[in-house]
């Protein structure tokens, strides 16, 4: 069955039981699933036309993946993905980063491509699904930084303690857990620490205030929110129709997921 054909099977499947009259929740979880069906075929066909290098940003030029662990695929192979970051990224790397902590790193996106834009840190890739574990080294090993790649499982709050002293970066993305993994309380050592953390009040409720509240004695704090994308496309996709293109840069937030970017205190 064709990508198509399981995605018009499962809608066909909601129609015959939809209540009358139709609700506006319902035509929104189709046009939901309708567009995550044409991102994919955009993604598909990013893939059969240039492989699955990335196209630009920060990350151009590393191999990813043909089929994401969660998410949209193609803003990442464009370049795009969370791009509010990067100059935050950039940043941070123009600093000297002795390592390099990503928790919930996934297939290995920022794990990857942080190792490949810093040449000789060492990153710490943590996750808890073995399968995202195992991307994670196939990616790193595909793009020639397994031996700065040290991927691991769960990442508790107290292990931040042996990078203690170091310049450390830290990257959390962990669908809620951020407010589990960032425990001052328990790890005096993130004090000194800049860190990057993707909040998810869809999640758990409060977790930016909680977020905020916890470091804001030790930290400098930005909240970045998701704006517009902006890229200069593969030649091919020139000739997509504007809704294409709109789609192409969607990257499927159920709803808003600020960042906080966190510096340490100077003193």
């Given at each position: 069955?064709?990508?198509?054909e399981?995605?018009?099977?499962?809608?066909?499947e909601?129609?015959?039981d939809w209540?009358r009259?139709?609700?506006?929740?319902?035509?929104?979880?189709?046009?939901?699933?309708?567009?995550q069906?044409?991102?994919?075929?955009?993604?598909?066909?990013y893939v059969?036309?240039?492989?699955?290098?990335?196209?630009?940003?920060?990350?151009?030029g590393?191999?990813?993946?043909?089929?994401?662990?969660?998410g949209?695929?193609?803003p990442?192979?464009?370049?795009?993905?969370?791009?509010?970051?990067?100059?935050?990224?950039?940043?941070f790397?123009?600093?000297?980063?002795?390592?390099?902590?990503?928790?919930?790193c996934?297939?290995?996106?920022y794990?990857?491509?942080?190792?490949?834009a810093?040449?000789?840190?060492?990153?710490?890739?943590h996750?808890?699904?073995?399968?995202?574990?195992?991307a994670?080294?196939?990616?790193?090993?595909?793009?020639?930084?397994?031996?700065r790649?040290?991927?691991?499982?769960?990442?508790?709050?107290?292990?931040?303690?042996?990078?203690?002293?170091?310049?450390?970066?830290?990257?959390?993305?962990?669908?809620g857990?951020?407010?589990?993994?960032?425990q001052?309380?328990?790890?005096?050592?993130l004090?000194?620490?800049?860190?990057?953390?993707?909040t998810?009040?869809?999640?758990?409720?409060?977790?930016?205030?909680t977020?905020?509240?916890?470091?804001?004695?030790?930290?400098?704090?930005?909240?970045?929110?998701?704006?517009?994308?902006?890229?200069?496309?593969?030649?091919?996709?020139?000739?997509?129709?504007?809704?294409?293109?709109?789609l192409?840069?969607?990257?499927?937030?159920?709803?808003?997921?600020?960042?906080?970017?966190m510096?340490?205190?100077?003193?």
């Amino acid at each position: 069955m064709s990508l198509a054909e399981r995605y018009g099977a499962r809608i066909a499947e909601w129609v015959r039981d939809w209540p009358r009259p139709v609700e506006a929740s319902h035509l929104l979880r189709v046009l939901r699933f309708l567009a995550q069906w044409r991102s994919r075929m955009l993604a598909n066909t990013y893939v059969a036309r240039q492989g699955t290098r990335i196209w630009s940003g920060l990350f151009e030029g590393m191999d990813y993946v043909a089929e994401a662990a969660e998410g949209a695929l193609i803003p990442r192979l464009l370049g795009v993905y969370e791009a509010e970051l990067q100059p935050h990224l950039r940043a941070f790397l123009a600093e000297g980063p002795e390592v390099i902590v990503d928790v919930g790193c996934a297939e290995g996106y920022y794990a990857v491509g942080l190792a490949r834009a810093a040449p000789g840190v060492v990153v710490h890739a943590h996750d808890i699904d073995p399968r995202a574990r195992e991307a994670c080294a196939v990616l790193a090993a595909r793009n020639g930084v397994a031996d700065r790649v040290k991927v691991g499982g769960e990442f508790r709050p107290t292990d931040f303690e042996a990078f203690a002293g170091r310049r450390t970066l830290v990257i959390v993305d962990a669908e809620g857990a951020e407010l589990d993994v960032l425990q001052p309380e328990l790890s005096p050592a993130l004090a000194g620490m800049s860190l990057v953390v993707e909040t998810h009040d869809v999640y758990r409720p409060g977790a930016l205030a909680t977020m905020i509240a916890r470091f804001e004695p030790t930290h400098e704090i930005t909240v970045v929110r998701q704006g517009s994308r902006v890229v200069d496309p593969p030649p091919w996709m020139d000739g997509l129709n504007e809704l294409d293109r709109l789609l192409a840069l969607w990257e499927w937030r159920i709803q808003p997921t600020p960042w906080l970017v966190m510096r340490p205190r100077a003193g």
